[in-house]
């Protein structure tokens, strides 16, 4: 049986286990490596990466989740938690360390400080409708490894197109922050992968 | 793909910041060093700020923004968000901060204030502002006025807690009390806590704030920390209580460890442990009502 944790360290946890709880599965916090062993996906939330990175490293829990990762489970991260998921990050924190899994490059802030954040519709691959997205000095993938697949990109003023949605096997990231709307084709979509995870079954 | 339709400084957008520092700690440094240690201990974001609080009220005088040159330096130093103060009613300082870049201003109490009727107009930036509350009317007002995020006052500069304590108590117990009213009853709710009747109707329901909740002012302690959690904080702020302490590298980090672990006292004592001296506080009742900050704001 699915059971997503919410990595709860910092940052709007409260957030996704709304959207979760609205899919009927599963749903708990992970502050612990005890806590981890308990579930079978992850999301790893918006937030603060430099504080997540810090404070996963401080409570043991940074190869717990990198193990968890190599283990094949289910781990979607938005905003901060794509920055988590990334094999490699520019203009982080001189030491920042992440998860990795994703053979991804992420620019931090990369769309600029809090007065550049926004909102705007997004189409995604395979979603019928366009998102409605939620960017909060977000940051955006500056390469993807061979096996990444894109599943939306934005356009920048500069008319520079950079992804913004990838999935690489079992993971999934997003720059943007679908829990901080009532639509959660995203989080649909993340439970669907997850099931379909043969470790879970 | 697309990028017709963007927009910059929604309520969502504002709001939405303010969801990614639950949890989390909010500084104040007075320059580069301390906003670098900050980060280092796991702040999620800095308040730049001249004095911290305890020095304003040992020096007394005007209290206003900080210098544009000390601000940038901040900016440029560290990669978490940046915040800073504006006097209450001060257009232009909100004005010059949201020029600067700074990605959330407090119009503030612990400042000087400038206008001692208004607010100022959030509602007209691009940049979120988070605003002080003593109780559900004070903050339904700020709500009103467009502030995205809610502390609670407490007394800025004291290294006591006891008025974070009473705020917090007092917005939450506001809150608990609207939840068991009729739907007549907070028409007149609303008036008796002069906010609009919309704002409280939402609250009712959502048993809640509609903004993010943090805590302010007298936070000296990893305790003091995991007590306003408890308490229902969202997030903490922590003013004079890191850099007039002993070690504040220390206590920074030990904060922030509390913070998150509000609930698990085992953790709370490991990190209290060794953090040299706090602040020495100030006891609230031998404060003239003159040097309290709280009663700033209307």
Redesign the interface.
């Known amino acids: 049986m699915l059971r997503v944790g919410v990595l709860?360290?910092?940052?709007?946890?409260?957030?996704h286990i709304n959207s979760l709880n609205s899919l009927n599965v599963a749903v708990q916090k992970v502050?612990s490596p005890e806590e981890l062993k308990t579930v079978n996906a992850l999301i790893i939330p918006?937030?603060?990466s430099?504080?997540i990175s810090?404070?996963a490293q401080?409570f043991g829990l940074l190869e717990p989740l990198r193990a968890f990762v190599k283990e094949g489970f289910a781990v979607y991260g938005s905003?901060?938690g794509m920055i988590m998921l990334a094999d490699e990050i520019l203009?982080?924190?001189a030491d920042q360390e992440t998860i990795g899994g994703l053979d991804i490059t992420v620019r931090?802030?990369a769309f600029g400080?809090?007065?550049?954040?926004?909102?705007?519709?997004?189409?995604i691959k395979d979603f019928q409708e366009?998102l409605r997205a939620?960017f909060?000095?977000a940051p955006w993938v500056e390469r993807v490894g061979n096996n990444v697949e894109v599943l939306?990109?934005?356009?920048?003023?500069k008319l520079e197109e950079h992804p913004v949605m990838v999935r690489q096997g079992s993971l999934l990231a997003t720059a943007f922050?679908p829990e901080?709307?009532k639509d959660n084709r995203v989080h649909e979509y993340f439970v669907q992968m997850a099931k379909s995870v043969s470790i879970v079954n | 793909m697309s990028n017709q339709n963007n927009s910059t400084g929604t309520p969502r957008v504002k709001q939405g910041m303010a969801e990614m520092l639950k949890g989390g700690v909010i500084m104040d440094v007075i320059d580069a060093k301390q906003a670098r240690i900050a980060e280092d201990a796991g702040a999620v974001a800095v308040m730049a700020l001249e004095r911290v609080p305890a020095d304003i009220r040992k020096d007394g005088g005007v209290a206003r923004m900080s210098d544009p040159d000390m601000i940038d330096e901040i900016i440029n130093t560290v990669s978490i968000p940046v915040m800073a103060k504006a006097r209450i009613g001060h257009i232009v300082e909100a004005q010059v901060l949201q020029s600067l870049g700074v990605d959330y201003i407090d119009e503030s109490e612990v400042l000087t204030p400038a206008d001692e009727a208004n607010h100022i107009d959030k509602r007209q930036f691009t940049v979120p502002f988070v605003c002080g509350a003593t109780n559900l009317g004070e903050a339904l007002r700020r709500i009103n006025e467009g502030a995205a995020m809610i502390r609670s006052k407490g007394e800025a500069g004291t290294g006591n807690v006891v008025e974070a304590v009473r705020h917090m108590r007092t917005i939450r117990g506001d809150i608990a009390r609207l939840q068991g009213m009729d739907k007549e009853e907070l028409y007149t709710a609303a008036k008796n806590l002069q906010a609009p009747y919309e704002l409280v109707a939402q609250v009712a329901q959502l048993g809640k704030l509609p903004v993010v909740l943090f805590t302010a002012g007298g936070i000296a302690t990893p305790a003091d920390a995991a007590l306003m959690m408890q308490l229902g904080a969202d997030g903490v702020f922590v003013g004079s209580g890191i850099f007039k302490s002993g070690d504040p590298a220390q206590r920074a980090k030990a904060i922030v460890e509390a913070t998150t672990n509000f609930d698990d006292p085992s953790v709370i004592a490991r990190v209290s442990r060794s953090l040299g001296e706090a602040m020495v506080g100030i006891n609230i009742d031998t404060l003239p009502d003159s040097e309290r900050f709280a009663g700033r704001g209307w």
Do not use: W, Y
Not at chain 1, 8 to 15: K, L
Not at chain 1, 152 to 157: G, I, P, V
């Open positions: 709860a360290i910092q940052g709007d946890v409260r957030e502050r918006g937030g603060e430099t504080t810090m404070l401080r905003c901060a203009d982080g924190k931090r802030n400080r809090q007065v550049d954040s926004f909102e705007t519709d997004i189409q366009p939620v909060i000095r939306a990109s934005f356009k920048t003023e922050h901080l709307t």
